[in-house]
C-alpha cells in the first residue's frame, strides 16, 4: 500500500494550492480518504475528509470555505484545492486512507505547504 502526496511548495498569502493523493496497492472506493496537517509544535489535526463515494465532505472549522477535497476513483486519487491561503495553514499536509472493510489506516509521507510573504 502506497499514499504519495505531492503539490505542496511555498506560496504567499492569499495565493492557491492544489494537493494530490495517489493511491496504489488498496481498492480504492473502499477507503474515506482525509487530509490531516501537522504546524510545529502542534498535535496532527484533520483538514477534510470525503466519502468513499465522494458524495460528502466535511472540513474543519478552520478551513471552510476555502479549501476543498475531491476524489476520482478512477483515478485512485484525492486532491485538495486550497484557496486563499494564509500563514497559519503553514503545515506538512498528510493523506490517510482508511479501509472501512476490515478496518485499517494507511498514511502518506507528508508534504510541506508554507505560506509566508
Known amino acids: 500500500v502506497q499514499l504519495v502526496e505531492s503539490g505542496g511548495g511555498l506560496v504567499q498569502p492569499g495565493e492557491s494550492l492544489r494537493l494530490s493523493c495517489a493511491a496504489s496497492?488498496?481498492?480504492?472506493?473502499?477507503?474515506?480518504m482525509s487530509w490531516y496537517r501537522q504546524a510545529p509544535g502542534k498535535e496532527r489535526e484533520l483538514v477534510a475528509a470525503?466519502?468513499?463515494?465522494?458524495?460528502?465532505?466535511n472540513y474543519a472549522d478552520s478551513v471552510k470555505g476555502r479549501f476543498t477535497v475531491s476524489r476520482d476513483n478512477a483515478k485512485n486519487t484525492v486532491w485538495l484545492q486550497m484557496n486563499s491561503l494564509k500563514p497559519e495553514d503553514t503545515a506538512v499536509y498528510y493523506c490517510?486512507?482508511?479501509?472501512?472493510?476490515?478496518?485499517?489506516?494507511?498514511w502518506g509521507q507528508g508534504t510541506q505547504v508554507t505560506v509566508s510573504s
Open positions: 490517510k486512507a482508511f479501509r472501512t472493510i476490515l478496518p485499517r489506516t494507511y
Open positions: 496497492g488498496v481498492t480504492f472506493s473502499n477507503h474515506v
Open positions: 470525503i466519502t468513499t463515494d465522494g458524495i460528502s465532505t
